[in-house]
């Protein structure tokens, strides 16, 4: 049956309900023609579903949801050419709907269009990390969560490799291209996958030694996956000794190679650059003048380019205060041996566009304590047409947002280093500052806080994050065990410390910690629990500082349950500002603020 027959079939009731009697969606919108649709689909009908889809077609040719449920009933029946056809125009129709590139990407995968599916998984995962967590959609692999179960059935004990990865499971594994998509594009936050990627990694190190030119290019691929996973963590992974004696021995070679101008394999390649970032590598400028298949180019680019480039940037960072202060000096250690966040995903794609208000007149921002930039771009998105002055105290933060703001080709962004203790001397106003998870950690939160309210022009705004003492409470706990154990803030001992709390029997203790995403890379794994220098605060304290710079209070930022519940126990708008009611729910409500107090204030 071609379109126009089941058109006029549907339109004489045939497909719906039999004989000459309307079809029972006749009258229904295009939402809930659209329901209707996706129903009888997942139960099967999909003559009548597609019928629904084509009748939405004809009044509206560019409906997403339904051109992507045609791509979807054409893929159930393997009929991909016809798929990516369908898919296709839906992304067409909205660029930014991750569930379309997915679906668009299994049915280019399916025909063999490895590299056309790759680029949809990585917009899939970029368009839609927010929403569907790359994990679930991970652990869909039946060969993945094979070797899941059989690790949390052994924990803490090791499972052997030859009892965990057969060849044909590692070929599944290798030949799972969202995997690697997602391995290469953003961190991945969750134990279980860990200690299987842990696993993986170890088990794909023993083949590089053999014959590394038998392997193929799907397992190829899987080992620059998980290299450039390794990257974007930090290599936070635990490694055994007689692993890391193997790692060391594949990096001796691959330097021997290098030295004596000979072709180095990708696996070998990868292999290292799972265990040591290249560009740590002397000869490491020398890999960027050899041809590599696509999938290791990508490890060259992350792993050599960019932070090459990062480096050279420094020197032309300017200097806008001196740093001296001696916690301010420590803090500056930690991050620039560590730089925060790291990271991958340009927050000006979430929705597609900018959403900030047209402001007549450019306002001019500072961020205090901008890091390694996810902050900037966050308010960029909110004020677009903003003059922004971000600052910090750690230059290879400051060189990572640099680059990311070159390649989003904004122009708008003013980065310096400076520290937030004597910015009073720039002479410079603002209308807005930022400043989140900065202030509690100075030697005196206040004195760094009076000098951005200084700063601050009259009718100017403050967006500020502090930590709570009440919603930290889990935190500091932990950070106290830790202390009484010895563990140092070095990457050897934050690895080791993470696998004695991934092992200990008491998970409910650490499960604050675990279900963190900082829990998962080294930088932000020693933000969290091995911070050299934390307070935190009380919403007293905060409306005793407000009160001292007559800031008026104008709100904290919060998700609209709990301003829902709050409203529920205190009526009125008016009490959405009022801090002692805030004071009264949070007693009643520890977990209100767990994150932190975010809030902005005003200069009235």
């Known amino acids: 049956m071609n379109r126009k027959e089941r058109r006029a079939k549907l339109k004489s009731g045939q497909l719906a309900g039999g004989g000459s009697r309307p079809a029972p969606n006749a009258g229904l919108p295009i939402d809930g023609l659209m329901a209707q649709a996706g129903y009888l689909f997942q139960r099967g009908q999909t003559d009548q579903a597609q019928a629904i889809c084509d009748n939405v077609l004809t009044r509206e040719p560019a409906q997403v949801n339904a051109l992507n449920l045609l791509g979807l009933i054409h893929q159930a029946s393997s009929r991909h050419k016809l798929a990516v056809k ?19 990407a299994c049915s280019l995968q399916a025909l063999g269009r490895n590299n056309e599916a790759e680029a949809e998984f990585k917009q899939a995962i970029v368009f839609g990390a927010k929403v569907k967590p790359p994990e679930d959609i991970v652990l869909r692999s039946a060969a993945i969560s ?33 995997l690697c998509c997602a391995l290469a594009t953003v961190p991945l936050h969750r134990a279980t996958i860990e200690k299987f990627l842990t696993a993986l990694r170890a088990a794909l190190l023993r083949p590089v030694a053999g014959d590394m030119a038998a392997s193929d290019d799907a397992t190829a691929r899987l080992v620059c996956a998980v290299a450039q996973q390794c990257f974007i963590n930090e290599y936070v992974f635990a490694q055994s000794d007689a692993e890391t004696r193997h790692a060391l021995e594949l990096r001796d070679e691959l330097l021997q190679i290098l030295t004596k101008g000979k072709t180095v394999s990708p696996m070998l390649l990868a292999a290292v650059a799972a265990y040591f970032p290249l560009h740590t590598l002397p000869p490491a ?43 301010s000096l420590q ?99 603002f209308d807005r500052i930022e400043s989140i998870g900065v202030l509690h950690h100075l030697a005196d939160p206040e004195a760094g806080w009076r000098v951005l309210a200084s700063l ?82 009380t919403i007293p304290r905060i409306k005793t500082f407000l009160d001292e710079q007559k800031l008026s209070f104008a709100g904290f930022h919060i998700d609209p349950q709990a301003i829902e519940r709050f409203l529920a126990r205190f009526p009125g708008l008016e009490t959405l500002t009022d801090l002692d009611k805030w004071q009264a729910y949070e007693a009643d409500n520890p977990q209100t603020f767990r994150r932190m107090y975010v809030f902005t204030a005003r200069k009235d």
Request: glycine share 6%; with cysteine.
């Open 86 to 104: 369908m898919l296709s125009k839906a992304v067409a129709s909205d660029p930014f709907n991750a569930a379309c590139h997915y679906d668009l």
């Open 146 to 178: 094979a070797c899941i179960d059989k690790i949390e059935a052994s924990w803490p004990l090791p499972v052997k490799p030859d009892e965990l990865f057969t060849p044909a499971s590692l070929q599944a594994i290798a030949g799972d291209l969202y």
């Open 285 to 327: 400028r020398q890999l960027l003048d050899r041809q590599w298949p696509d999938f290791a180019a990508e490890v060259i680019r992350q792993q050599v380019r960019e932070p090459l480039e990062e480096i050279g940037e420094r020197a032309s960072i300017p200097s806008l205060t001196s740093v001296d202060d001696t916690v």
């Open 331 to 429: 803090v500056m250690q930690q991050y620039e041996e560590n730089p925060y966040p790291r990271w991958t995903i340009n927050p000006l794609l979430h929705g597609g566009i900018l959403t900030g208000r047209d402001d007549p007149e450019a306002e001019e921002i500072l961020i205090a304590g901008c890091g390694s930039g996810q902050h900037v771009f966050e308010v960029v998105k909110r004020y677009p047409r903003a003059r922004v002055l971000a600052i910090d105290i750690s230059l290879p933060s400051l060189a990572y947002a640099r680059r990311k703001t070159r390649e989003a080709k904004l122009s708008n962004i003013d980065y310096a280093q400076a520290d937030i203790l004597k910015l009073g001397t720039i002479g410079r106003s």
């Open 456 to 537: 601050l022009r009259p009718r100017g705004e403050m967006h500020i994050g502090l930590y709570s003492e009440t919603g930290r409470a889990g935190i500091t706990a932990m950070r106290a065990a830790i202390a009484e154990r010895g563990y140092w803030p070095t990457a050897e001992d934050i690895r080791r410390c993470r696998q004695d709390i991934l092992r200990d029997a008491n998970t409910a203790r650490w499960r604050r910690a675990t279900e963190a995403s900082d829990f998962y890379s080294v930088s932000g794994c020693r933000d969290l629990l091995f911070h050299v220098m934390e307070h935190r605060f």
